[in-house]
T-cell receptor, first 114, second 112 residues
């Protein structure tokens, strides 16, 4: 199993541009999450999904959108990039509710908005 | 969401046992306590999870007192490769909620 994969690894965006961060898992996990991590800080939850077709907002959803058309994929969309979205983005998945199971994290996508 | 408090940083010499304590005064009855480790430029990695008393695996031990308002991660005989940030998380088992809150974590520096 590849686990949780993320693409791209690094990206530079200009203000106002849009992009999609890709996340995929091959563990047949129902639950998937997107976090952002600013320098020296902990992770903040952006969006999560409890299954295909079901998504919900986390702590910091503004400026982002997600979709979950399949169990495997959970892309994160930035429509109008802003410097405040410069961060490292992590995708994670679990088989059952996160309270009772570990989260498996991807390697992260480093995004720089200039 | 149950909030956690842990030291910002700790230093330890190689070979010593390291104990990192996390307080979670408003932990809910059904909440689990989970610890993650994060190396620079990598995603967090699961270390250990527990509900009460003591849990031990090949990497660490987790001590949880009866009132569950705190927990202590114990790393036996640390090495330089254990230098990382350690996060204490408490699951929010509120109705319909599947969120975990990552604080700033504890930055452990292991000194040769």
């Amino acid at each position: 199993n590849a686990g949780v994969t993320q693409t791209p690894k690094f990206r530079i965006l200009k203000i106002g541009q849009s992009m999609t961060l890709q996340c995929a898992q091959d563990m047949n996990h129902n639950y998937m999450y997107w976090y952002r991590q600013d320098p020296g800080m902990g992770l903040k939850l952006i969006y999560y999904s409890v299954g295909a077709g079901i998504t919900d907002k986390g702590e910091v959803p503004n400026g982002y959108n997600v979709s979950r058309s399949t169990t495997e994929d959970f892309p994160l969309r930035l429509e109008l990039a802003a410097p405040s979205q410069t961060s490292v983005y992590f995708c994670a998945s679990t088989a059952i509710p996160v309270e009772e199971e570990t989260q498996y994290f991807g390697p992260g996508t480093r995004l720089l908005v200039l | 969401l149950a909030k956690t408090t842990q030291p910002i940083s700790m230093d330890s010499y190689e070979g010593q046992e390291v104990n990192i304590t996390c307080s979670h005064n408003n932990i809910a009855t059904n909440d689990y306590i989970t610890w993650y480790q994060q190396f620079p430029s990598q995603g967090p990695r699961f270390i250990i999870q527990g509900y009460k008393t003591k849990v031990t695996n090949e990497v660490a031990s987790l001590f949880i007192p009866a009132d569950r308002k705190s927990s202590t991660l114990s790393l036996p005989r640390v090495s330089l490769s254990d230098t990382a940030v350690y996060y204490c998380l408490v699951g929010d088992s509120g109705a319909g909620s599947y969120q975990l809150t990552f604080g700033k974590g504890t930055k452990l520096s292991v000194i040769p």
